[in-house]
C-alpha cells in the first residue's frame, strides 16, 4: 500500500490501496479449517462517510477539545485521527479485523498522533468511558447497522453524544438524524469511483427525542 494524504482530508496521510497491492488475495481462503471468513480489506479505502466525519471534525475542532472520543469500526483508523489531530483528550479506534488492526497502528505512526487501539466488538457490551462516539459509515448492510443501533441507543442513554457520517446509504436510520453538515467526497470505498459526491454528518438522537419531533 502506498502512503498519500486523503482526498478531500490531505491534512491526514493514510496507506491506501492501488492497483498493484493485491488485496484480493485477503478475500481467498488459505485452507479448509473452518476459519472465520475473511474480511473485505476496507480499511485500505477512505470511504466516504469516514472522509465526511473526519473533514467536519477538523473544521470544527471545538466538537472533540478535550473530550473522550471513540471511533467506532475505525477501519483505517482515518476519523479517530482527525479526532486526535482536532485536540480530543483521548482517542480510542474500535475495530474487529486484525488487518484493519494492522493498518490503524500504521496510519497512526504516519500521523504522529496517540490513539488507544481496541480489538474486538465493543457493541456487544456497556457503553465506554467516553464522551463523543464518531461513527463513520457503519450502516453499509442492514445486519451491520441492526448491530450498532442497540449499542449506539446505549451511548445515547449514557449521555454519549453519537455523530455519524454517511454519504446516503440504503440503511442509514434517517429517522432519527438530525443533520449538521455536509461535504462533497470521494467514495472510494464504497463503488470504485473517486468523483466526489455529497456526504453528510449527523447528529444521531434519542427515539424519544423522535417522538417528540413528530
Known sequence: ????????????????????????????????????????????????????LARYVLDRPSIVAGKRVLDLGAGSGLVGIAAAKAGARAVTAAEIDRNGLAAIRLNVQANGVAIQIRDGDVTAGAPPAVDLVLAGDVFYARDVGQRMMPFLDRCLAAGIDVLVGDPGRAWLPRPRLCLLGEYHVPDVGGNGGSEPKPSAVFALVAENVRAVQR
Do not use: C, K, T
Open 1 to 52: 500500500m502506498r502512503l498519500a494524504p486523503v482526498p478531500s482530508v490531505p491534512e491526514i496521510r493514510l496507506y491506501q490501496a492501488h492497483p498493484g497491492s493485491g488485496l484480493r488475495r485477503l478475500l481467498e481462503p488459505d485452507d479448509d479449517s473452518g476459519a472465520a471468513e475473511p474480511q473485505p480489506p476496507y480499511w485500505a479505502y477512505a470511504w466516504a462517510g469516514g472522509a465526511v
